[in-house]
């Protein structure tokens, strides 16, 4: 006898034909495609922006070095390929970017591609673990409240995403500096290690961990409301559906209603959102960044924008862009695999 | 058909003493009835008249140096205390809610009006016209809206007008997903194909007949995006990516960063002050969205 979830991914992939399958490819294939466009267009609009801006590298080395002759000006120009015809330099920008080469910094004298990848990590575990904890607490508050509509934890919900909408990110993440840092210091004000101690393993971890509580909590706070409302409307539409009505006849406890069978429909829409608010999640992560000098790339491009170092803040922009891109890409793939009723439509398309 | 219809005149009749309400009418009753959302339109209403009429009647220059740095609410006359340079914090913040409202409401113009014609233009002509706007649209949705606004504002000065334009740029694509919506539904009903056969212009048939229709929705989001476009400014100001001849909330914030350990009011009150607006703002969204979709409300 199988177990319970080998019976239910049977029952799952019988559902599907290999024409299924095919048409599920050939649709990731072709999202995945415009994907690709889409980020050429980021390409293209970084090269725009690069060129509208006043100022190239020869102005920074210049500056750099205050004040430099007009020969030697040209002869950088010349070096970095800034005489050449706008096309062709547009042609090697790409070409590079291709090869995974973003350009140098003249600022931090590191390639921006190295730069970037080196705060990847930090913002990726901020990020993630900020739509983990705000999805969680969502589905829970939202189920909660949509068992009682006109509960205190319904009231709860809704006053919840009131506040969570108004207050601005950052003021939220120094509210909780001043509260839980300062007045009652149990979490450390900011940054990723404390570095006045060397850790190792275990010990090091947990240090992150305790570093991650403020910050998570910061840029969950914008995102929770919005998954509360969500799951909470979906959730009382589903609890007054037909089968729902059929689970609870068959005498199955209430636990069981709610969370084997109700939830499941209930959670599509915060699946669909989730993905959707990824570029709203990239830009609260800036600001948490820069609140808890979480040492992220949104840390990297406030840094980078006050130096004025226009290859590092085109890159951070263009490798945000792929990373909402890729989040989009792989909600949409998880939509299609948990909703079979869209395995052939594009209908959930914008 | 005729025999049919003499009967229901005969109905209405007899009913002509049931006054029948101005859609508008209507709309605000409704609205009225909803408290939290009265409040937030009087707390709104306060707010705009303080920041249009205070810097009037509360003459202190918020650049001028007062007192000492950081002196605590209250000491001396100043009601909310000093900053980091020993300006009339209050003094920022009545002249401040100009320069913030300013932003707000034009950015949130230039998101309405790009959203609205990208969804008109889309709903309305279908074809390749949809097709090239809406990957437009989702060009935008990719792109992280803070950081493209930071490297436009680093890149071309960071003047109130620059800023505004910043925001607005990256905050339209919601108004014209549902703009799209509405003129999709709008576009196939009996008073638009009758218009239509009736031999009214593309351009009457999109801004006089649908359009009016399909704003409800649309105005809600608008309102919405008032208060979207003054968390983004303050988001920028933070940032260091505000213009340093005017004061804004987000400014006095972005000033007095590096000292919220130890001066933490001059942070709190700035915030408060964008709390308190966004969520009056969101509350009245909230209102008009019930007020506007009545079928909304019974449920």
């Not at chain 1, 914008?222 to 009505?245: K, P, W």
Request: glycine share 8%.
């Amino acid at each position: 006898m199988p177990a319970a979830w080998q019976q239910a991914f049977l029952l799952y992939v019988q559902y599907f034909t290999v024409k299924d399958v095919m048409q599920f490819l050939l649709i990731t294939l072709k999202r995945a495609g415009f994907g690709l466009v889409l980020l050429i267009a980021v390409l293209v609009l970084n090269f725009v922006l690069m060129h509208l801006a006043p100022g190239d590298v020869a102005d920074t080395i210049a500056q750099d070095a205050g004040g430099l002759d007009a020969e030697v000006m040209a002869q950088i120009r010349k070096d970095y390929g800034l005489d050449l015809p706008l096309w062709h330099q547009m042609m090697k920008y790409f070409s590079g970017v291709a090869r995974l080469d973003l350009g140098y910094s003249f600022y931090y004298n590191q390639p921006v591609t190295t730069l970037i990848l080196e705060k990847v990590p930090a913002t990726l575990l901020l990020v993630i673990s900020a739509q983990i904890v705000s999805i969680f607490l969502g589905v829970m508050f939202g189920v909660i409240a949509a068992r009682k509509p006109n509960g205190i934890t319904s009231h709860f919900v809704t006053m919840l995403s009131l506040v969570g909408y108004a207050a601005p990110v950052f003021w939220t993440g120094i509210m909780l500096i001043i509260l839980f840092a300062s007045i009652v210091p149990i979490f450390p004000i900011g940054n990723m290690v404390d570095v006045s101690i060397e850790r190792e393993g275990f010990a090091y971890i947990m240090d992150v961990l305790h570093h991650l509580v403020l910050p998570t909590i910061a840029l969950s706070s914008i995102f929770l409301a919005l998954y509360s409302r969500l799951a909470r409307a979906s959730m009382m539409d589903v609890l007054g559906s037909d089968y729902v009505r059929t689970a609870q006849a068959k005498g199955l406890s209430e636990f069981q209603v709610v969370f084997k069978h109700a939830l499941r429909n209930a959670l599509l829409p915060v699946v669909t959102t989730a993905g959707l608010v990824f570029s709203g999640i990239v830009s609260g992560a800036v600001l948490v960044e820069s609140v808890f000098s979480w040492p992220g790339l949104g840390t990297l491009a406030i840094q980078a924008i006050i130096a004025r170092d226009t290859p590092t803040i085109l890159g951070i922009l263009f490798f945000s862009s792929l990373v909402v891109v890729a989040a989009n890409l792989v909600t949409d793939m998880v939509y299609r695999i948990i909703d079979p009723r869209i395995k052939t439509s594009e209908g959930s398309q914008v | 058909m005729i025999e049919d219809a003499q009967p229901q005149r005969s109905l209405r009749r007899e009913n002509a003493t049931v006054q029948v309400e101005h859609p508008l009418v209507e709309t605000a009753r409704m609205f009225a009835t909803n408290y939290a959302a009265v409040a937030g339109l009087a707390t709104l209403f306060v707010i705009i008249v303080v920041s249009l009429a205070g810097p009037l009647f509360y003459q202190t220059d918020p650049f001028e140096m007062v007192w000492a740095p950081f002196s605590p609410p209250g000491v001396k006359g100043f009601l909310l205390g000093t900053d980091y340079l020993g300006r009339d914090l209050l003094a920022q913040i009545i002249h401040g809610g100009r320069a913030t409202l300013a932003v707000g409401c034009s950015a949130a113009l230039l998101s309405a009006v790009i959203g609205i014609t990208f969804g008109a233009l889309s709903g309305f002509y279908r074809g390749w016209v949809e097709e090239v706007l809406m990957r437009i649209t989702e060009f935008f949705q990719v792109l992280p809206t803070l950081l493209f606004s930071m490297v436009l504002v680093a890149l071309f000065g960071a003047s109130l007008p620059m800023i505004a334009f910043a925001i607005g740029i990256v905050s339209w694509t919601a108004v014209a997903r549902i703009t799209r919506a509405e003129f999709l539904k709008i576009r196939e009903l009996e008073y638009v194909i009758a218009s239509r056969s009736s031999g009214a212009k593309n351009f009457n048939l999109i801004f006089r007949v649908i359009l009016p229709n399909a704003l409800p929705p649309i105005i809600v989001q608008a309102a919405l995006l008032v208060g979207f476009a003054i968390l983004f400014e303050a988001g920028l100001s933070f940032l260091g990516l505000s213009d340093p001849n005017v004061m804004s909330w987000g400014a006095i914030m972005g000033n007095n960063r590096p000292y919220i350990l130890m001066h933490g009011f001059t942070i709190v009150y700035p915030g408060l002050a964008i709390f308190i607006t966004v969520l009056s703002i969101s509350l009245i969204g909230d209102g008009l969205n019930d007020a506007l979709n009545p079928k909304l409300r019974k449920r």
